[in-house]
């Protein structure tokens, strides 16, 4: 009865499963949170980790392991393997001028044709730019750069201060393909993109294939690990034709596709998966929290403003939420804010307001919907994942707004099971 664990170190918290991989059973599960905010200590993510794990019951009878993580967060390492500042998490905006100003310099069709994605706040190339613009003397020290889940695989490897061997950074296709630096067409770094952003050169993880595994301090083996929205597209086991709509901090619509996706606009970033395939996608800063802060506002809970909403005509009766309570990614809009339309006498009801904040939450995601089908990619169902979806409002108007058919999976840690399926196919024959 081999074991293996998977993890999803995700913007709030770090969730581990221990799964059996004769049966794919989760036989024991870890949590411990991480700190609020778009500027995190790594450390505190490490510390997460470790207490994760020893929730789970530690690593003693583990045959293998992988990590999952938020993508795009920009991990700064001098020549000693030290971490140099916090690291600028995804929905961390403060690189939007950043990202403007390499969108003037290359242009916007050259940078989708070089990494299938332009430039906006989210990505890891403009906060190398920011770091270069406003704190030249850190610039000055990366010696590497890695992201959230490429730096804790390290870690958890045996390596850091302790032993900074930088050569040993590993990373995987789907979270490389976030930074801004690298070609999911190619499969290679951009590495004149990479110095005009941070000013000079740095070592970069090596990109293990999806079949590829390393060794940890105590010979098992650890796969390449994933972006979050790739590992839970793993987790799912989605295909080419389905979209994972995730409703939860942020939102997401990601869709297995099996070529390479490039937008100019930048509406659709063209990620790659975990598996060998791509992951166009579309992310909104605004999705879950839009319900909590309409329900906070009506007082009631979000079970209560569920049953609102459906007491309320499809439309709101004119009502229109428009949710850019924190700025937004896609559009992007780093300072825009929310805005309330059509209010009348016979509109403006408590149901009408509980069902523009559902319907408002769901057409962002919905014009991601469509942005992928003028790319052409095959949508023919939609898995909708994530807190928000456990809302019976949102499972009941969500094929109205999306224009496809949808399934919600049971509740699960969909991105650590994707680890933890990953780390299975790595194991000895």
């Known amino acids: 009865m081999p074991l293996v664990l998977g ?67 920009m991990v700064a390492l001098d020549a000693d393997g030290r971490v140099i500042r916090d690291a600028l998490l995804w929905n961390d905006t403060r690189s939007a001028d950043a990202a403007a100003a390499l969108i003037a310099e290359f242009g916007a069709d050259e940078l989708a044709a070089r ?55 590993v990373t995987d296709r789907s979270d490389v393909s976030g930074t801004g630096y690298w070609s999911p067409a190619t499969g290679e770094y951009d590495r004149e993109l990479l110095i005009s952003a941070l000013g000079h050169g740095a070592a970069l993880p090596r990109v293990l294939g999806p079949a590829e595994h390393v060794l940890d301090d105590e010979g098992r083996r650890v796969g390449p690990g994933a972006g979050d929205n790739a590992g839970a597209a793993l987790g799912l086991g989605a295909e080419p034709g389905d979209v994972v709509v995730s409703i939860g901090t942020s939102g997401t619509v990601s869709a297995v596709s099996a070529r390479p996706i490039t937008d100019a606009s930048g509406t659709v970033a063209g990620f790659a ?12 800063i605004n999705a879950a929290r839009v319900l909590e802060a309409t329900a906070s506002l ?31 990614r896609t559009p992007n809009l780093p300072n825009a804010t929310a805005e309330l339309t059509g209010m009348t006498l016979s509109s403006t009801t408590r149901p009408n307001l509980a069902r523009a904040a559902v319907e408002g939450m769901l057409r ?39 224009g496809v058919p949808v399934e919600v999976p049971r509740p699960a840690e969909y991105v650590a099971l994707g680890a933890a399926r990953q780390a299975m196919s790595i194991l000895p024959r």
């Open 298 to 328: 009506l007082g009631v809970s979000l079970d209560d403003l569920g049953t609102l909403a459906l007491e309320a005509e499809p439309g709101a009766g004119g009502l229109t939420l428009l949710p850019y309570f924190e700025g937004e």
């Open 364 to 402: 962002g995601l919905g014009a991601g919907l469509d942005a992928m089908r003028a790319l052409g990619v095959p949508l023919d169902r939609a898995l909708l994942i994530g807190g928000g979806a456990q809302s019976e409002a949102v499972r009941l108007i969500a094929p109205e707004v999306l």
């Open 115 to 169: 990494t299938g994605l332009v430039p906006v706040a989210s990505f890891t190339i403009t906060k190398l730019r920011w770091l270069r613009d406003n704190e030249p003397e850190n610039a000055a020290r990366v010696a590497a750069v890695a992201l959230p889940h490429d730096w804790l695989t390290w870690r958890l490897r045996g390596f850091g201060p302790e032993n900074p061997n930088l050569d040993e950074l």
């Open 7 to 73: 993890v999803d170190s995700s913007t709030q918290s770090c969730k581990v499963v221990v799964v059996d991989a004769s049966t794919g059973d989760v036989v024991r599960t870890g949590r411990a949170p991480h700190p609020d905010g778009t500027s995190v200590d790594p450390e505190a993510w490490w510390l997460a980790l470790n207490t994760a794990i020893e929730d789970a019951g530690g690593l003693s009878d583990i045959a293998a392991w992988a990590i999952g993580g938020q993508q795009h967060g």
């Open 273 to 284: 998966d975990a598996t060998g395939n791509f992951l166009p996608l579309v992310a909104t």
